[in-house]
Nanobody, 116 residues
Framework: QVRLVESGGGLVQPGGSLRLSCAAS????????MSWYRQAPGKERELVAI????????NYADAVKGRFTISRDNAKYTVSLQMNSLKSEDTAVYYC?????????WGQGTQVTVSS
């Protein structure tokens, strides 16, 4: 059974930082591209960042480029999202994904709230 468990969300002031982590189990982690998505209230779920299976290539949504960094540790079956210079518009539930939006696996999500 595949499990993706996110952690690290919370309340942070604008300009602050958070680091999200996702622990994976039940899959051959090193064979999966890993992604972070987010969904704000009343909006569709959107891709935030993606990293290839070997970690050599990353891509980011325009809204987070230069502020967020995705990384992975294939030995520990974890993927992380370092979020800096957070803005109120980053407020959302953040989801870890393995294998893509359509046929992939999802975590339960972690809430990130950016507010003063």
């Amino acid at each position: 059974q595949v499990r993706l468990v996110e952690s690290g969300g919370g309340l942070v002031q604008p300009g602050g930082s958070l680091r999200l982590s996702c622990a994976a189990s039940g899959l051959l982690f090193s064979r999966f591209a890993m992604s972070w998505y987010r969904q704000a209230p009343g909006k569709e779920r959107e891709l935030v960042a993606i990293i290839t299976s070997g970690g050599g290539t990353t891509n980011y949504a325009d809204a987070v480029k230069g502020r967020f960094t995705i990384s992975r540790d294939n030995a520990k079956y974890t993927v992380s999202l370092q979020m800096n210079s957070l803005k109120s518009e980053d407020t959302a539930v953040y989801y870890c994904n393995a294998g893509g939006r359509v046929n992939g696996y999802w975590g339960q999500g972690t809430q990130v709230t950016v507010s003063s």
